[in-house]
């Protein structure tokens, strides 16, 4: 990857992995067939790798981009080794070349991050600058496929089109066209040793096999020009692969992962039922203490009750001790009294009048 560059997941770097390369690799590759010995302009050209394959195959390439930066750098890295090939600042809907100057334009994944106003500006910018008998070779997200269908916004896109709507723009310029559809594929491919035209697209399950229906587009590949005559020849189907396997090797990667982490969830799993089972075991025993705590509860409640009701007889047994010793003390008061001079002294008295009462009882 260049050191220069931060990868963000909208402009593609070498070095990157995964479906973004096979897209926008395989585009390019797609269009050196178009642009085999041409006057070539790749418009957004961004970190420059895709102008230098083109190079290989064109009479000359110039990359535009608006950033100085990634000019800089897409110069540095590739067009000091290439003599048909340079790169230069500016927009899209004002390029730096003179009219009919260039054969063919290469637009990849452009015009969805301009305007609406721009994308007519751009298209009317190509127009002018290539020959009578130019092309165009433009890319775009399918919005039906690439937005809606996910339910997903990409927040580099300013305005993305569908079918229609890129048809419409095109035509006011490019009146001629061929359409293709890009969407990646898997599958199983049977190649025959020696070269060949034909090739068949087939689908199906254990149960039936038909011929393949074409895939609805993620992306729209559009091959355009202002006459037949200007088209060229053009392949049914484009396969494309990369050739360090990098897709299947992060597949296989993935797949490696999967059991992995299937392994460990299995481990993980066990050890769960192991907390679980201690879980139960812990709670067996706090059922056991609840109830042991419940029985001490009963047993403190009847023990409150005990001691409530001795402490009621003590209280009963209180009160009568205290009425004893008042009876007690009255009694003393009296033997005390009686034992006293003034009780001898009234004795006699007490005994006449005794006495006194009881004739007069008689009588």
Request: hydrophobic letters at 40%; a negative charge.
């Amino acid at each position: 990857m260049n050191a220069t560059e931060h990868f963000t997941g909208e402009r593609f770097l070498p070095g990157v992995p995964g479906e973004i390369a096979y897209e926008h690799c395989h585009r390019y590759a797609f269009a050196r067939r178009f642009v085999a010995g041409a006057r070539v302009l790749d418009a957004a050209c961004g970190e420059g790798y895709g102008a230098a394959l083109l190079a290989g195959v064109a009479a000359s390439v110039v990359g535009v981009d608006i950033e100085p930066h990634v000019v800089a750098a897409a110069t540095q890295r590739y067009a000091s080794a290439r003599a048909n090939l340079r790169f230069e600042t500016a927009s899209v809907t004002k390029l730096p070349l003179a009219d009919a100057s260039i054969d063919a334009i290469v637009s990849f994944e452009t015009i969805e991050h301009v305007g609406a106003d721009d994308q007519r500006s751009m298209l009317t910018e190509f127009a002018r600058v290539l020959g009578p008998h130019g092309r165009l070779i433009l890319s775009s997200p399918n919005r039906v496929e690439y937005s809606e269908a996910r339910g997903y916004a990409n927040r580099y896109h300013v305005k993305e089109l569908d079918r229609a709507e890129l048809a419409s723009l095109l035509r006011v310029h490019f009146p001629v066209s061929q359409w293709f559809r890009q969407r990646r594929y898997l599958g199983s491919a049977i190649w025959r040793e020696t070269p060949g035209d034909t090739f068949e697209a087939i689908s199906g399950s254990p149960a039936a096999v038909d011929p393949t229906n074409v895939p609805d587009a993620m992306y729209f590949v559009v091959v355009a020009a202002r006459s037949h005559d200007a088209m060229g020849a053009a392949p049914a189907l484009s396969l494309y692969a990369d050739g360090d396997d990098s897709e299947w090797s992060r597949v296989d990667f993935e797949a490696r992962e999967v059991l992995r982490l299937d392994a460990l969830l299995r481990e993980r799993d066990a050890e769960l039922q192991r907390e679980v089972d201690r879980a139960r075991d812990l709670t067996a025993k706090v059922e056991q203490r609840d109830g042991v705590i419940a029985e001490r509860d009963r047993s403190v409640a009847r023990l409150n009750e005990r001691i409530a009701e001795v402490e009621d007889a003590v209280a009963q047994a209180t009160t009568v001790r205290e009425r004893l010793l008042r009876e007690l003390d009255a009694q003393e008061r009296i033997i005390g009294y009686r034992e006293s001079v003034r009780w001898w002294c009234l004795l006699p008295i007490v005994r006449v009048r005794r006495l006194w009462h009881s004739l007069r009882q008689r009588r």
